[in-house]
Every structure is written in C-alpha cells, then in structure tokens.
C-alpha cells in the first residue's frame, strides 16, 4: 500500500475514533462512576424505602428567533445524549423536568411553539414506562409579570400537564 494512502486510512480511522469517542462514549465513561445513594437501614425487599428520581432543570431548548441552527443543534445532541445515557445507567424511576423547556415560549408563534415541543419529545424520550413529571417554567408561560392563561392553556395542551396551575400567593402579581 502507498504511503500516501496509508496516511489517509491512519487519518480516517483516527478521526472517526475521535468523533465516536467525543459525540457517545464520552457521556458514558463520565456518568458511569454516578449511582443513586443507599438509603441507611433499607433492604433490597424494601422497595418503598428508595425511590430513584432525576431531577432536571431549565433545558431552555432554543427557538428560532434567537438560536442560531448550528448553537441550537449542538446543544441540543448534547443535551440528548446526556439524558439518554443518564437514564440508561441509571434507570431512574420517575423522572422530574422543573420548568423552562423553552427558551422563547412566551415569543413563539404557536407553530414555533409546537416544532419545539416535537425536538422536546425526540430528546427527551423514556426507555420503558418510566413516568415523567414536567413544570412549566415562566419561559414556557409567558415570562414574569406577562404569564397568562392562553400561555398556560398552550403548554397544557401540548406537554400534558392538566394538573398544572397558575396560582398567586396574597394576590401578588
């Protein structure tokens, strides 16, 4: 074989190394020493003593206005990936988003809106019937002093979240 051309293979095969590295076992080899604790005095017949729950919060998944496609695709691979492995290794057993999925859901058009809850529902997808509990974040439902009931009824709609309610507390705003 050609020097040239063995170089070539060299580099091929040393760039797809790093690439399958860098883009999948990456998140594998850093989650693999993580473990939920043991609860002192429970037992391995005990099953109501331990619950295994992830807790996420704010994804912010980007929207069109102020995402640029290459800043939203890359963090979102990674977001993807974290959460696929984290949930593999660890095989929670209720899984809790609290709050801003979306970056720009009090600006989005409800077609906006409805593209990003499709790339929610790809990323964040669950391996058996692991339950997962989500809260609206003030970016899902308008944003501080402009949270409304339409913005409520749009994330209900979509996420399934009916339980969900806007409350104010000594009739602050």
Known sequence: MPRRLQVMFVAIVWTSAVLVFNEYLIYYLSMWPCSFPHVVGSSENDVAAEVRAMILSDPHLLGEKRGA???RTRREWQMERTFQTAQSLLEPDVIFILGDVTDEGQDASTEDFERTFERYKRMFRRSGDTPLLLVPGNHDIGFHNAISESGVERF??????????????LNLP
């Open 69 to 71: 496609w290459i800043d």
């Open 156 to 169: 209900d709609k979509l996420y399934d979240t009916k339980s969900v309610r806007v409350i104010s507390i």
